[in-house]
């Protein structure tokens, strides 16, 4: 099992910066890949970022260039560097990991933790 805590969700002001954070506990070690999503009132839970075990990462379009995913193994713990913030950033984000876990049989079964959340508000 795989624990995850979302932080660092604020209200910005529309061109400013703001880090989130995510704490990871648990089996950190059956993990492959981390993400952040986002969902906006209304709107389906989106991909944000993703970073993979080997450091390989990936951006949704509308952050290209904005927002940098990083991990720090040592702390157990994923970031996503937000700059340049737009009003359409608005959201909730979620930290999320993929991974597997193996029975005692060593049968592989594939999971998908999430964080609980953490609110960005963008307004001036």
């Known amino acids: 099992q795989v624990q995850l805590v979302d932080t660092g969700g604020d209200l910005v002001q529309p061109g400013g910066s703001l880090r989130l954070s995510c704490a990871a506990s648990?089996?950190?070690?059956?993990?492959?890949?981390m993400s952040w999503y986002r969902q906006a009132p209304g709107r389906e839970r989106d991909m944000v970022a993703t970073?993979?075990?080997?450091?390989?990462?990936t951006y949704a379009d509308s952050v290209k260039g904005r927002f940098s995913i990083s991990r720090d193994d040592a702390k157990n713990t994923l970031y996503l560097q937000m700059k340049n913030v737009k009003p359409e950033d608005a959201a909730v984000y979620y930290c999320s990991a993929e991974g597997l876990h193996y029975t005692d049989l060593g049968v592989p079964i594939a999971y998908r933790a999430w964080g609980q959340g953490t609110q960005v508000t963008v307004s001036s």
């Open positions: 648990g089996s950190v070690n059956s993990i492959n890949s």
């Open positions: 970073i993979t075990r080997g450091g390989a990462t």
